[in-house]
């Protein structure tokens, strides 16, 4: 029931012996250049792990032994693989590292406890001989939250792989929740939970490589989080192994017994205890989905469509809408075919008529659930739509999303391999602030790939989308890419991401929506709190974390 | 926009000058005595404040002088009536102290800040003189929540009113927040949102003598919190006076930047500061509002019905759900006069003849929002109700209920003034758990009534209705009414409380849905949080309030 890390790539995103997304010879290669201005693509392939020279483990024969006793022997690894495997996650600036063989921040050892008391015994230990510990679910973090620092320059590291345990416990369908282990990714879950007609429905685009541990540690979103929530809202309660034992919280639908400890839990990233089990809120699976594209003259015009379906309550289960850039960008990188086509000039025409061709924006909206609320909704939705002017266009770009939803990630690394750099980030804000917020950060991210061109004829793209939207306000999605600078590559990503960063908290964004806030987002978070928020946190790990083994340098810094 | 507390009862519910809900030779008098199983009513009258020796006053004249400094001289009040209205909140427990003159617990002193500057610096004083201050709204506390206590036996205590900061700050209707000042009252609040042409629509059974701070301090709900929240969902952000200084908490509308720290703002009952500003969620008011009753024949099938309302993901504002006894109840208090009519006859004969005679239970509905969404749900509902066995009763029962929903604590003073005792509690859990907590819950307050009657007819009547709902389970509240052992009436209402929580805590249930923990609950806290959840909860107030002075022996006891 969980993936063997041999079979998956320990640099790159998916499995070792997958097809390449974006093979030599593709059709788009030749677009992108052109796009960003690039006279050749450069060819720029990762270090095989043969040639790079592992550091020698630090643990000690006595703690290996005593870590082989809880787990079992098999359960200790050592070996190269693995411990690459577990160096980092699977952000732009990981792959930076790994791909060039830098891999002096390894764990020394990987341990998968095979059950919480396992992973209990483990943290104990950690505690106890002040070793730093990191947990580690599917480690497909993208903002260096699974990275293995120390808790103290040269100091050895420990990785607690989770995915050993991955148990469904229970599920109970009257009230509609199941409790599970945590370490189970997220094909294991829903294969387990929709044998029983059930669905968790979180689908984040890490889908196939993420952990129910990850996305509440990390308040991670599923792409259909408007119907079925964040982490944080479908955690019931959370069972976790801390130094100070097994912190199991609070598992009623609703009270006013104090302050609700699971909203702890959610974002805690690992710095205060390992998730070991979870109750989570389900759902029966879907009888219906219906997702569908409309075109927005302008991005405002979209936002208001988002916030008024919002606003009237209408149960959607997604609500995405691109910016003229990205729609533009899908576009065309999608149709490179039949670009001179009659039917596709004949489409350009019309929506020249009717005053689409300046900055046309695509929205997807998807509904789920029974047929009738389904039927209902989209009606609903399509009326709001077309009052704010948009133009239907069916079913058939929403189904195209759907059936390509977690695809995106696989064409980092071809990328990668070719000069080409690709990040992504995300924050959300206040309805009245998207527009305003959306500029910002645009512009800072172009500003910012600007000064960091690797030569004159360089253009970066910045392109952004909505995607999740709540009574207050929604998120915004960023994607850049760029050209690299081969010499100083984590020089440009660090000013591009600052630029962003900074623009983010200045115009009062969240440093981060989904993606959570590891070692990447740490210098923001003090802002983002206040100084009595921030010292509250710090507090919160000094109790259940006194000597700060866990996953140190993530969250707090 | 605030309310004299001298046109308030300091010992009672409401006006000073309201007239009496149940007046001698009200007809329900009769069928309230012969139901508890009273041989007389006996008479049972509240002491008058002029006969109460009130402590002297310990706050130093030098403190003293600093807090006119910072209020000003009119805000700081020394008098008996604000005092002895300050000592205590509303619970039955509260009355019974109040009623009987035992004011040893009273503040020396009330401060009433005009802005949250002035709060501050009033936190700041009293954290620096080490003298205990307690927070206080509209002092509508069921728990025990706003209790002078002191910090230490015998040590000074301060109440700070909040009520004169109402101050509305901030709409945006695009967002469709507000910010306001917390002190303000619900009818005041409402009066300003409405005037825009928006509502918070949060209107728990205090909403008259209830300010916003309380609400969210208590993490409090209002009868439609199935459509609006409870007050942690619809806080966005708040503003706290801290003994560390203003703590503002994170605003947006979701985020992965770690713990959400509103969520320890939620239920924190003054314990770690002031709340001196909260940024709301709003709505348009609403164009319909639709409340109708069905008749189920047992509270199972009731139980089914809501629950499948809200798994089928309809919008209800409230699902209100009576059991037998309490449906028996409302009708028999409600109808004395035509009990023995021709029409009442026949109906009762309906309802035999189609088997709702046994346990018949009322459920209320109320839908609110646009006319096109609130006819859907409501057609929604009603095939949901008649799928299992439900008696559509109309718009009556609703049209009734919704008229005199905030009219029930008024019922209590009479009562108390005629030897009879009258308390609510309050709960939530799993869906399949609420049968098995219902009977346990009233079981156990059935027998610590009976256990505790003043003379062998004594009966006492417990009752319960499930009225707050989400996805994993809903709310019981329970009433229970019952002849007072005049010579030790506190100890009666203990056994009673502890038989009751005990059965909560027990069958998993929370020890307070919406009431909050104050003193009442906090016995109880350690064991629904665990020993490591209440470990956090006490780091953090030492955090934030190092000396204790804030609210001392709430929440964490």
Not at 435 to 445: C, N
Request: proline share 6%.
């Amino acid at each position: 029931m969980t993936i063997d890390r041999t079979t998956l790539r320990w640099n790159g995103w998916g499995p070792v012996a997958q097809e390449n997304a974006l093979p030599d010879g593709a059709p788009q290669w030749d677009w992108i250049r052109t796009t960003l201005g690039m006279p050749h693509l450069p060819n720029t392939p990762a270090k095989p792990l043969s040639d790079i020279n592992m550091p020698a483990c630090r643990v000690g024969d006595l703690v290996l032994a005593k870590l082989r006793a809880i787990v079992g022997e098999a359960q200790v690894k050592l070996d190269d693989y693995e411990r690459a495997f577990h160096a980092r996650g699977k952000s732009y600036h990981d792959l930076l590292y790994l791909r060039a063989g830098k891999l002096d921040m390894v764990p020394d050892a990987v341990i998968y406890p095979r059950n919480p008391d396992e992973a209990l015994a483990v943290v104990r230990l950690a505690a106890e001989e002040d070793i730093t510990l990191i947990p580690y679910g599917g480690g497909s973090s993208v903002v260096g939250g699974v990275n293995a620092m120390a808790k103290s320059l040269g100091s050895p590291v420990l990785t607690l792989d989770t995915t050993l345990m991955t148990r469904l416990i229970q599920i109970d369908k009257i009230a509609m929740t199941a409790t599970v282990e945590a370490g189970i990714y997220g094909p294991a879950l829903e294969e387990q939970l929709q044998k029983h007609g059930v669905t968790l429905a979180h689908y984040p685009q890490s889908f196939q490589f993420s952990t129910v541990g990850g996305w509440i540690a990390a308040r991670g979103a599923g792409q259909q989080s408007n119907r079925y929530g964040k982490a944080e809202k479908w955690l019931v309660s959370a069972r976790l192994a801390t130094p100070k034992g097994f912190w199991t919280t609070e598992a009623t639908p609703a009270s006013a017994a104090g302050p609700n400890l699971n909203q702890l839990i959610a974002g805690s990233e690992g710095t205060i205890g390992v998730i070991c089990e979870a109750t989570v809120k389900i759902h029966e699976v879907p009888a219906r989905k219906d997702y569908r594209g409309y075109l927005f003259k302008n991005f405002a015009s979209g936002v208001e469509a988002a916030r008024r379906i919002n606003h009237a309550d209408i149960p959607v289960a997604m609500v995405r809408l691109s910016d003229a850039q990205e729609t533009h960008f899908f576009q065309a990188f999608s149709s490179t075919h039949s670009e001179t086509g009659l039917k596709a000039r004949l489409q350009r025409a019309y929506l020249r008529h009717k005053g689409f061709d300046a900055e046309p924006c695509l929205m997807l909206v998807g509904h789920e659930g029974d047929a009738e609320t389904v039927i209902w909704a989209q009606e609903r939705t399509e009326a709001i739509c077309a009052k704010l002017g948009a133009l239907k266009l069916g079913t058939g770009p929403g189904q195209k999303w759907y059936h390509s939803r977690f695809n995106s990630p696989y064409a980092r690394d071809p990328m990668l391999d070719h000069g080409i750099g690709l990040d992504t980030l995300e924050t959300a804000t206040r309805w009245s602030n998207i527009g305003k917020l959306h500029k910002a950060v645009v512009e800072a991210i172009d500003g910012a790939m600007k000064a960091n061109m690797p030569e004159v004829t360089g253009r970066g793209i910045v392109m952004a989308h909505l995607s999740h939207s709540y009574p207050d306000g929604a998120s915004l999605y960023f994607t850049f890419v760029f050209p690299r600078q081969l010499d100083r590559e984590v020089e440009q990503w660090q000013a591009i991401k600052r630029a962003a960063s900074d623009a983010i908290i200045e115009n009062r964004g969240t440093i981060s929506h989904h993606h959570g806030v590891g070692t990447d987002h740490a210098p923001w978070l003090a802002e983002e709190k206040g100084p009595i928020g921030y010292n509250v946190l710090k507090s919160l790990k000094r109790e259940l974390d006194p000597t700060g083994v866990l996953n140190p340098g993530k969250l707090l810094g």
